[in-house]
Each structure stands twice: as C-alpha cells, then as structure tokens.
C-alpha cells in the first residue's frame, strides 16, 4: 500500500481564507468571543491557576498509575452491572460495538458528539453494516448531513455561516432555503431528530471523564442529547479513551470548574451527567479503547499530551487555527492540540502540522490542565526534520539553519549579516507565494539595530557580571 | 469472551511497559474559601445567565399555581413530587417512550449550585431519567437551605455509589452551534423554572 501523502495544510488553510470575505473573519470574531468570555469566567474564579495546577497533577498522577486505576475503574463498573469491553485499537472498538448491536437486533443507532468515535471512524463502519447512524449534536449533525467531519471538537460547525445550514437543511431535511434564523433551523432539526431518539434500539455517548473509584463516567452536554439517548432506548454504549480516567469523585470538582470556563466560558456545560452502571430498566456497554494511546504513555517528549480534557481553549485562542479553519488540518483533531495528537497517528501523513503554528505560546497558557502545547508542536519539528519529512521550502532554509545553529559563531556573524540582507532582500523573494506562503498578508517586522546578544553582554558587563560569559 | 481477555491483557501490558518513569503522586484537593456572598442571590443570578429561572412560592399549591402561570397552555403535566399532581404521575410510567408527550415535567432536585446556578438531579429524583429530558418544559423543586457554594462541596455530597444516574443541570437545553447563536430546547427542555419551596 503506497503511504499517503502528507495533509497539505497550508493549501486547505488558503482555500477557506480565501473563499469570501465572510468565512474566515466570522470564524476568528466567534471564536475569539469564545476566549474573552474564557478569559471573564477564569478571572472570577480566584483560585484559577491552583485549578489548572492541581487538574495538571492529578492527570499526571492518574496516566503514571493507569494500569492500576483502570483495573479499579473496571472492577468498580462491573460490580454495579456495567460490562466492560476492552479494545486495543479503531477496529477493535467498531467490532466490539458491532457484535452488541447485533446482539440486541439494533437497526437505528441515535449517538452524541465523541472524538474517540470519529477517530475510530465508526459511523461509516457502521452504515457499511446496514447500522442507521444519526448524530444528536446539531453541529455535528449538520457536519454529518454535510459529508463533513467536525471542524472544531465543541462547535463541530463553526466554520459555516447561517445561509451554508440553510441551504444544507433545505437540501437534506425540507426546510425553506432562505430562512436563515438559528432558531428556526434548531427547531427544525429538533423535529426532524425526535422520531429518531424514539425509534432508536441504542444510544451511544463518548466519556469526557471515568472515575476508578465508582466506576462512573462523566458526560457533558449543551444540548442534553446524550442523555435522551442514555434515557430512552434500552441500550446505551460508551466509547472512552483509557486517558479519560481520574482516581476520585472529588477531582471532577477540579476538572468540571475548569472544563466549561476553559472551552466556552460558561460555569459548567448545561448538562455533566454521572452514569454508574445501567439505569433502571436499561443496559450498560463500556469500551475502554488505546488506539495509540499506550504507545503515546511511552513518549518522553509527547506523553503528557494524554492529559488533554477536549475542551477546545487552545483552539479558540490560537491565531493560525481562528484563520486557517479547524478542517484544514485534514484530521480528526485539529488546532494546537491536533497540531501535538495528530502525528502520533500517522507521522508522514501529519508532518506537516507542526509547521501550521507561530509558536506564540498562547495554546499553553490557555490549557486548563497545563499541557506544554507549543513546546510540543516545536518538538514534532524536530522529529519531522530528524525523518526528512519537512516541507520543501523549510528543507532548504533549514538544513542551512541546522548547520549554523550547530556553529554558533557563524550564527552570530549571520545574525550581523542577516539584518542588512533582510533590508534589502527583494520582497518577491521573502514573500514569493510557493516558497513562503506564510508570507501572503503578512509585513516581515522591522529588525533592531542592535542584536540581543550585543544587548545582553553589553548591559551584564555593566553590572560587573561577566565572568559567567563563555 | 477470549478476544475480550486477550485484549485486556495486552493493553495492560502495553501501559505497564510505557509507563513514565517517575511516578506522580495526588496533589490532594486544597479546601478554597467559600464566597462571603449570600449563596441563593448568587444561584439565582447564574440560573438566570443559563437560560433558567427562579420563582419563590409560599406552598405547594402557590406551587402549582405557578406551573398553570407559566404554562397556561401545557396538556400533559407529569410529576415526579407529592406537591404538584400533574395530569400523570412519573411512578405510573413503565417505558420511557410514554414520556414523549409530556409539555411539563415536574421534579424535585436535591441541591442547587451557587456558583453555576445547576441543580443535582438523581435516577431516584427523577423515577424514570428521561422525564428530564422528554418534557418540552421543567419545572425543578428547590428547597432554598439547599444550595451549596462550588463544585467541590457539591461532590462532597453527591453518592455516585448509591445512584445509577445524576446529573448538575444547569438551565434549559442549549446550543450555539449555527453561528454561535444562543437557542435555548436543542433537543432537550426548551425552558426550565426553578421553585423555591422546602420540603414538606
């Protein structure tokens, strides 16, 4: 099988930029809405940053015990009449999903929004099976009647504007073309969803958090589609990655302040609701999955990304994402936090990704459970440079960059040479549109007479401390 | 079931390989100073922000009263409370697809949630769990003593060990998915009213 070539991000980023004039700064001024109300609801909350510090312990605690709280977890879900599947990877969850629906004869399958499940790539699995999938989540809804995946992991269609829903609808489910009124579309799809909730034979939910000490899981929902489908068919089965696992009731105190404010500046999202084995009258299936993730447990420089609770703040904050749209990634995960998750999949596929960010660092300090994002996308550079997967024009920029930086005084003559060069380097060459496509719309700032490091020595051998210097 | 064994056991065995080296211990969960606010004005105000609102009645029947005021038009009332009668009482119900009907659902939470306006709601609250979810309306008993400051007292008292089902709701069904616009009754309730009345 010939490997796939890599996501050109960069042409899928410029092809929803320039569409319109509409798309791309609706999808910046929404979502950079979205972090100010973060930004309001995090400084409300004083103990904010122990929030972030203690939800970041309590991850790293629960991933270096994973084996033991999964055990605990596992245990705990049985005794109350949960059956526990355990699937290694994509595959190994469509097929255990499959058998249980084929097992209770179930034809019509109503699911909400999980990210485990479209990396899984589940729903199409299931159709190929004769399985009626129907996603509950409107945006994610509207992605499915689009042939889409979602674009951003909380607002799956945040990139269409009113009139792309309206056509779409009126395409799919009857309504009039040109009502455009939010509230008019939600209703219709409220309408057009109902019969399906009823006649479903399963509901399926993702997990955003499972708890080993009472083998609960925790959903959380705007819509309370989830809990319609947990609530009215008899069977209710639940995707959750093995990273989703926390030791104690009480830390969902910790994460549950920090998930909604984090990723859409709300005190919590309208519905967090606890399953601790099947309600009365009903059926529980849970499918603990890895696809990678125990392999990813294993990497020095990337584990910690295991960490991640989904809630979308690095997205929302980061200025590459707001423009460039959430499926320019060409992955189930996308943004900051697709940037560090999406390579760990497939390398060459994603190799690309690492070089969709400025590295402003703004993804870390947003991250309600301190992932050291940028840092991360910086060191999936390092290892696309290391397999000779960089892009053309950074190849050759940077295998001369690669020497310098190995010779640091050549680096620093560069450096002097480089400031002149730059004010009289021709702009076609610096902003040449297959070469450099970072450079379309953009000013290169103005350099400063003096470099840092002549700023620094200067300024340490005024205070008498240079005998550091090497 | 041998796939499902075998399975098991080699993702276990993968994660005891990959484990990190250094082993991090629980932080413990620091006791934070309660607000020095009244807690109902601040439930109250963040109910309202959600979508939800709060009404105080004198009895159950000011309590009913209020339900006809705010849904003159509801056909089908059902009650999960011994307060307001309804049209169909919840513990009559056997399949939750009987549910579809229902314009009110009628429901008793155990607290409420200063800092996010939510109520706690359990399987044994509700009966039958998708009478929260089927109504078009809700209408949540709440006695005011009953409001706790943040996230970390409400777990205090949840017992995720005594019920199958429990959820902190916080205000009607919601989305902003098309343009980020609000609309409140996604696919769940299209409002949801809180009384204020004690336990009788």
Not at chain 1, 373 to 402: C, E, H, T
Request: proline content about 6%; hydrophobic content about 40%.
């Amino acid at each position: 099988m010939s490997r796939q070539q890599p996501t050109d991000v960069v042409a899928r980023a410029e092809a929803f930029i320039r569409q319109d004039h509409i798309h791309e700064p609706m999808h910046d001024g929404f979502l950079w809405a979205t972090m100010q109300r973060r930004d309001a609801e995090a400084a409300a909350v004083p103990e904010w940053e122990e929030l972030r510090e203690l939800a970041s312990q309590i991850k790293e605690h629960a991933l270096t015990h994973l084996d033991e709280y999964l055990t605990q977890f596992e245990a705990n879900a049985t005794q109350r009449g949960a059956q526990v599947h355990w699937a290694r990877d994509a595959a190994e969850h469509n097929e255990i999903v499959y058998a249980i629906l084929q097992d209770h004869g179930v034809t019509e399958l109503i699911k909400s929004k999980s990210m485990l499940q479209e990396e899984c790539v589940m729903t199409p699995f299931l159709e190929r099976r004769g399985i009626t999938v129907t996603e509950s989540d409107l945006g994610e809804r509207i992605q499915q009647l689009d042939g889409q995946p979602p674009s951003h992991i909380v607002f799956p269609a945040i990139h269409k504007t009113r009139q792309d829903v309206a056509q779409l609808f009126a395409r799919t489910i009857g309504t009039a073309p040109n009502n455009d009124d939010p509230h008019v579309l939600t209703e219709a799809m409220r309408n057009n969803a109902r019969p399906r909730f009823l006649a479903a034979g399963a509901g399926m939910t993702g997990g955003n958090f499972a708890i080993a000490e009472t083998g609960t899981f925790v959903v959380c929902t705007n819509e309370g589609n989830a809990d319609i489908g947990a609530s009215v068919p008899p069977l209710h089965i639940a995707s959750i990655g093995i990273e989703k696992i926390i030791p104690r009731v009480e830390d969902l105190g910790v994460f549950l302040r920090l998930l909604a404010r984090s990723g859409e500046g709300a005190p919590l999202t309208q519905y967090s609701s606890h399953f601790t084995g099947p309600r009365k009258g009903g059926e529980l299936h849970i499918v603990l999955v890895d696809n990678g993730r125990s392999r990813r447990l294993g990497m020095a420089d990337f584990w910690t990304s295991l960490k991640c609770i989904r809630c979308g703040a690095c997205m929302n904050t980061c200025p590459v994402y707001r423009r460039g749209g959430g499926l320019a990634y060409g992955a189930t995960y996308s943004g900051p936090i697709g940037v560090i998750l999406d390579p760990t999949f497939d390398e060459y596929k994603y190799s690309e990704l690492p070089f969709h960010s400025t590295l402003c660092g703004s993804c870390s300090a947003v991250c309600p459970v301190k992932i050291d994002i940028s840092d991360q996308i910086f060191k999936w550079r390092r290892v696309m440079a290391n397999k000779g997967y960089l892009p053309l024009a950074k190849r050759l920029s940077f295998a001369i960059a690669g020497h310098v930086f190995a010779h640091p005084e050549e680096y620093h003559a560069l450096q002097k040479a480089a400031a002149p060069a730059i004010d009289h380097a021709p702009h076609f060459l610096l902003y040449n549109q297959t070469l450099n496509p970072w450079g379309r719309e953009r000013e290169i700032p103005q350099l400063a007479k003096q470099t840092f490091r002549e700023w620094y020595l200067a300024h340490r051998r005024s205070h008498g401390n240079q005998n550091t210097e090497s | 079931m041998e796939t499902r064994t075998l399975s098991r056991e080699s993702m276990l065995a993968a994660i005891r390989q990959n484990l990190p080296q250094q082993r991090v211990s629980h932080p413990g969960i620091p006791a934070f100073p309660s607000p020095d606010r009244p807690l109902r004005p601040m439930f109250e105000e963040h109910l309202t922000n959600a979508g939800g609102a709060a009404h105080t009645v004198g009895s159950p029947a000011e309590a009913a009263a209020k339900l006809s005021a705010l849904y003159p038009s509801a056909k089908a009332v059902c009650s999960a409370v011994p307060e307001i009668a309804g049209t169909r009482r919840v513990a009559d119900i056997h399949d939750p697809h009987e549910l579809a009907d229902v314009d009110v659902g009628v429901m008793r939470a155990q607290f409420g949630v200063a800092e996010s306006g939510a109520v706690w709601l359990t399987q044994e609250d509700l009966l039958v769990n998708a009478l929260a979810f089927l109504s078009q309306h809700l209408v949540v008993l709440l006695d005011p003593n009953e409001i706790v400051s943040d996230m970390h007292e409400a777990y205090r008292r949840v017992r995720l060990s005594e019920t199958a089902y429990g959820c902190f709701m916080m205000g009607p069904s919601a989305t902003a998915d098309i343009e980020a616009t609000l609309v409140h009754g996604a696919q769940g309730p299209r409002s949801l009213n809180v009384l204020f009345l004690p336990r009788a």
